[in-house]
């Protein structure tokens, strides 16, 4: 599985998640990181650390089966500051963490089957005030999700 297609379906998983402030809306979710955020909510995903796991087995003269572990960084600029006091752009955040944990949760192979083994929300990091964005700061909520997928990796010829 590669770093793309898990941002393009982290992107289509994300844009079901519904904007509490404008009924009938649903978050912006950015299948690449843009240059600027163009709107508000949007989602912005970052291929974090990786490790590999080689002793799974599923090794012969060809090649050999991998464990490929990936984190991923989805952060949900909610609001640019300046817009609203802290107390009230605090509160804008405030419904999302239900918001999205439901949708990221009902998404447990990340709507791809070709290699996934397992797709995990690992929490969040919190409502903040400082994400900064293209020289903006935002108030919003980084989300932490890994992506589990099973690959085969092959030899070099005559190794």
């Known amino acids: 599985m590669t770093v793309t297609n898990v941002l393009t379906a982290l ?11 404008l009924p009938g809306q649903f978050c912006y ?3 690449q990181a843009p ?9 912005v995903n970052l291929p ?14 060809y ?8 984190l991923y960084t ?23 963490f239900d918001l999205a944990r439901a949708v990221f949760l009902a998404h447990p192979a990340l709507k791809l089957t070709n290699g996934i083994v397992e797709f995990r929300l690992l929490g969040d990091d919190g409502a903040r005030g400082n994400l900064a ?6 108030y919003g909520i980084p989300f932490r999700v890994q992506a589990i997928s099973r690959t085969r990796s ?5 190794e």
């Open 154 to 158: 092959q030899y070099a010829d005559n």
């Open 74 to 96: 989805c952060t949900l600029y909610v609001i640019p500051q300046g817009e609203g006091g802290g107390g009230e752009a605090f509160g804008q955040c405030e419904p999302f």
């Open 35 to 43: 240059f600027s955020i163009g709107q508000t909510p949007s989602f």
């Open 63 to 70: 090649g050999i089966e991998v464990i490929d572990t990936r």
């Open 133 to 138: 964005y293209a020289g903006q700061l935002y």
């Open 29 to 31: 979710a950015y299948e």
């Open 48 to 61: 974090g650390a990786t490790s590999y796991d080689m002793n799974i087995g599923g090794e012969d003269e």
């Open 11 to 21: 992107a289509e998983i994300e844009a079901e998640i519904s904007n509490p402030w």
